[in-house]
């Protein structure tokens, strides 16, 4: 039996609160901050996941024996590496990697040199620092266009540009390198080579022996229809993604999965927990666009219900470095999700708006994502408000329900994409 913390708030922690809920294996779940819908089917705490002496704290007196984390933060900031140089933290299970693994997501600079040390394919690039400007502006003036600018450190989904124009190239490495525009994480700057394809997210789960392929998943990033305007978190997602087939996954096994987990061992790094691979599919070829150290979301909301396995044993394996004894089982229908947002999201938007009709929806899972509760309402509170997964035979069954629950759900200035999963029909 297991005493379990998971790290997070958003619609992706209630969804793996939700799965780990229902193992026999689970005696008690916690949730730091969680949100209206993990409190739903465990505790939430009020302790952030980057205050690792309160977390350590809690985890001491509440006997704690396994933690998740769902979110970069804590990662890129050390918590494996936190846990493990305490003498009385080191028992706890952890799912996710340490400090140095997770650069993985943490530094793109990192991650291109790791992919191009291992051979993985991905698109040509070159990184440069405030100091070497005028060599970033000759390097660009010399590729073709569209090229991409990526900043070096996490910047939210945010620090990545792709300019259509040497001039708006030029502009923006200034603003990354010299104004500073998205602070530390910008002092070094990825300038790469566009790739032309359509993009899909694989997930591996890994001891740092083993390793599982989860399903993989299609995700919506842009605000607007037909994927215009800004970025999100993510609007929407479905999976399985029927342009990925078994001869293309294959490559994506042979080509990047083993020659990453290959890599990470050459370089010492004992990585447990989640690798999300970002593809961009050119022709029928299969490239790396970016490494997270965690799941996606919105894509955990629909490839967490399509594992059968029970989620806590597939954990505790993989903290205890044995994920070869057990067998991944996953649903071979369709899962849709729908991301209701507030108006005005990824900008400004309003919270603290009363959900309604919450009672009315069947046929979906309701992930919470931005919500709280206050007496007997659930209120908005966040950009990203809700997932609406479901399942169906084929995509077109599966987004009927979802979009039916997304029409039903309602709130003031309530938003989502009518096209998600369109493109696949
Ligand atoms: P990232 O934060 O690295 O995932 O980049 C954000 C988005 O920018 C990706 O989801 C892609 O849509 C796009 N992108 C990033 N790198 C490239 C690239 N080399 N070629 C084309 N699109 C890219
Ligand atoms: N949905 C994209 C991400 O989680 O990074």
């Known amino acids: 039996m297991y005493r379990i913390l998971l790290l997070g708030s958003g619609g992706r922690e209630h969804t793996l609160a939700w799965k780990m809920a229902q193992s026999p294996h689970c005696e008690k779940l916690w949730v730091a901050t969680g949100n209206a819908g993990t409190a739903q089917v465990a505790e939430n705490v009020n302790i952030s996941p980057l205050d690792f002496p309160a977390i350590a704290s809690f985890c001491i007196e509440n006997k704690v024996s396994l933690v998740v984390v769902g979110n970069e933060d804590p990662l890129v900031a050390g918590i494996r590496d936190y846990f493990q140089q305490k003498e009385e933290l ?31 394919p991905t698109a040509a690039y070159q990184t440069f620092t ?11 003036s010399n590729q073709a266009l569209p090229i991409v600018l990526k900043a070096d450190g996490l910047a939210a989904g945010k620090g990545v540009v792709i300019c259509q124009t040497y001039k708006e190239a030029e502009i923006t490495l200034r603003e990354m390198l010299v104004d500073k525009k998205f602070g530390n994480a910008s002092s070094k700057v990825v300038v790469e080579q566009f790739l032309e ?7 591996v789960l890994t001891d740092g022996k083993n390793y599982k392929i989860l399903p993989e998943a299609k995700d919506y990033k842009r605000i607007g229809e037909k994927d215009t305007g800004l970025n999100t978190g993510g609007m929407g997602a479905v999976s399985p993604v029927p342009f990925a087939d078994a001869q293309f996954l294959k490559k994506v096994e042979d080509r990047i999965i083993k020659p990453t987990l290959e890599g990470l061992q050459k370089r010492n790094i004992h990585y447990v927990g989640f690798i999300f691979i970002g593809l961009m599919k050119v022709g029928q070829e299969p490239y790396v666009i970016e490494y997270n150290c965690r799941m996606g979301d919105p894509e955990t909301e629909v490839v967490i219900p399509r594992i059968e396995t029970d989620l806590v044993e597939l954990f505790a394996s993989t903290a205890e470095g044995r994920l070869n004894e057990v067998s991944l089982k ?67 069954e599966a987004l009927e329900k979802s979009n ?13 994409r009518r096209d998600i999963g369109l493109d696949l029909l």
């Open 130 to 140: 405030s100091e070497d400007l005028e060599q970033a502006l000759q390097y660009v």
């Open 90 to 120: 080191r028992h706890i299970g952890l799912i996710g990697p340490d400090k140095h693994g997770a650069m993985l997501e943490g530094s793109k600079d990192f991650a291109k040199l790791f992919m191009f040390e291992n051979n993985i």
């Open 330 to 396: 996953v649903n071979p229908q369709t899962a849709t999700t729908i991301m209701l947002v507030s108006g005005g999201y990824p900008e400004k938007y309003e919270s603290g708006k009363e959900m309604k009709n919450l009672a009315e929806v069947k046929n979906v899972l309701p992930f919470h994502a931005g919500t709280r509760q206050e007496n007997d309402k659930i209120l908005t509170n966040g950009g990203r408000v809700m997932a609406l997964t479901a399942f169906g035979k084929d995509i077109k």
């Open 197 to 203: 394809g359509i993009e899909l997210s694989v997930f």
């Open 404 to 416: 039916l629950a997304a029409q039903t759900i309602d709130f003031d200035k309530k938003y989502y």
